[in-house]
Structure formats: C-alpha cells, structure tokens
C-alpha cells in the first residue's frame, strides 16, 4: 500500500505466517530501497516466515530511474515481485533471471490475457471494493471468468477484510486473497494515528469511487476528500491520462487517503499478529458454517 507499508509492517506480516507486500515506491530512492530489502531479509533470516514481495509499477515514465529499483531487487533477489498498470514483459524477463516469480495485477479480462501473454506466473483480480486503485467487476463473475482460461495461481483483492471474505474466496476458485485496507489499521503501519482512526471509523457508504484523484478509478475515504475542500456531489470525470485538478496544496494518497470497502469490516488497531490470528480463526468459522449448511441449503432463483 502506498505510503503505508514499510518494513515493520512487512517483517510482521512474515512473521505471522502471510506474504507482506510493498510499493517500491514507498522507499523514496533506488538506495534506500536497496536498505529496505536488507533489512527485511535481515529481520526474516533464519525464521520459520513467509516470503516477502515488492510491488512495482511498470508503466513507462513512472520511474525515473527504474532500471535502479529493478537493479535493488536483483541484488535481494526479490523472491516475488507485483507488477501493475503496464506491461509486465520486460520485468518478467529480469525477475526470472534472478529465480523470482511474478504476479500481475488486473481488472479486466483483457488484461488478464495480456498478463499471461507476458509470461507472469500469476494474476491478481483487483475487483470492486479495493482500497487503492479498483476495477468495478464483481469478484463472482471475474474469477469465475478468468477460471475458464487460466488455471494458474490466482489472488483475489477487492473488499476482503476478514476470514469468511477468505472462504468465499477459495470457495470461488481462488489460491490466495489480497488484503489491504484490514492492515492500514495495524500497529506496524506507516499511517498516521489519525489515518488509522478514519478506517476504524468508516462504514461501507463512507468509502468514494473515482477517478478525480489520480486520473485512473479508486477508492477513497469519503472524510478526507471533504477535508481536502472537495465536493462529492461534483467530482469530475477524467479523460484517461488527464492531470487531477486538486485544490492546491492537497496530494493525492497523502492528504486524500484512500481505504476500501473492508473498511467497514475493521473495528480496532491491533499488531499485524493478531488481525492474523483473527482472521485465522473467522476462516475456521466460516468452514465450519459453511460444511454445516450445505446439507440443507437450496439455491434460490427470482
């Protein structure tokens, strides 16, 4: 998550038995990334942990010196790298090199197509209700969809916020799930206290869908794009590609904060290990629930 993972909230999250993911963004510079790897493998070596993995946007242009961050995860040998936005060619090729593997975000067929033609060894079905930048399909019907191409690794993001989000999704044919906004409220978050709080308050109607923030649709907290002196009834609609017209001063993912629809699924902050443990045990419940009922319920048509 933009601004918000960093190495504690990584390293947690390992430690706790889940894949913890970063922007590679979020380290300012090709050097500083480089000493975020370090540090992860640091703190993760010798450990009965979970892989890390790095998330990088591979549209042209959006790193000046993309070439160094790549150069930074070879050097860790990145055990798993998160491309999004653009083609995802060029960046299999290289982490592949290095023995990594690659999962490719989407949010339509199309690119799901696109990504597997480029030789990614996994897809990311960003679905509606995603914290961050979202597609607007239903999670039922994309990976329903995607399944009748592809039979490889699938993750599924969009609205996922605790264990029985978990079941449905493997129940629907997915290997594994993406879950951020449950984790911007973590004791080891880079988010400010007060970020935290807006999540932990939020409900479901509070969370906005728009492409007038960054050009390309996401979702966002619907109290901080009012602080920002915006007006919801009045958000405009981008051209692809079109610059935000934000009121100066304001930037987008820092003073315009966004959250998902799981949002409304978070009650507290709590260290990464127990939102875990809680999830654990929800999934447990949710399969238990679910064995219990599929003996007696029908399907029911309108």
């Not at 023995?99 to 030789?119: F, N, P, S, W």
Request: aromatic share 6%; charged share 20%; net charge neutral.
């Amino acid at each position: 998550m933009f601004l918000i993972s960093g190495p504690d909230l990584v390293v947690a999250a390992c430690r706790s038995g889940i894949i913890g993911a970063f922007p590679a963004a979020n380290a300012r510079t090709p050097e500083q990334l480089q000493y975020w790897l370090a540090t992860i493998e640091e703190r993760l070596a010798g450990r009965d942990a979970a892989s890390y993995a790095v998330n990088i946007n591979v549209w042209p242009g959006r790193y000046r010196d993309f070439d160094a961050v790549v150069a930074a995860m070879e050097k860790a040998h990145a055990p798993l790298v998160i491309t999004s936005v653009g083609d995802p060619t060029d960046t299999v090729r290289r982490v592949h090199g290095w023995g990594g593997k690659v999962l490719h975000d989407v949010t339509t067929i199309r690119h799901a197509e696109k990504a597997i033609a480029a030789g990614v060894d996994g897809l990311i079905l960003i679905c509606a209700g995603a914290g961050g930048h979202a597609g607007a399909a239903s999670p039922f019907s994309f990976l329903r969809a995607v399944r009748k191409f592809y039979d490889g690794p699938v993750v599924l993001g969009g609205g996922i916020g605790d264990g029985h989000g978990v079941a449905a999704a493997i129940a629907l044919g997915a290997d594994m799930v993406y879950m951020g906004t449950r984790f911007i409220a973590s004791a080891e978050s880079m988010a400010g206290d007060a970020y935290k709080r807006s999540v932990v308050d939020a409900e479901l109607s509070d969370i906005v869908y728009t492409n007038a923030i960054s050009g390309l649709p996401a979702n966002f907290l619907s109290s901080s794009l009012v602080a920002a002196g915006l007006n919801l009834a009045h958000m405009p609609d981008l051209e692809s590609g079109e610059r935000a017209r934000l009121p100066a001063g304001i930037k987008a993912w820092k003073d315009i904060l966004s959250a998902g629809h799981a949002s409304s699924l978070v009650d507290s902050v709590l260290p990464v290990d127990e939102i875990v443990r809680r999830i654990g045990r929800e999934l447990e419940q949710a399969v238990e629930g679910l064995n219990g009922k599929m003996g007696r319920n029908r399907v029911l048509t309108t």
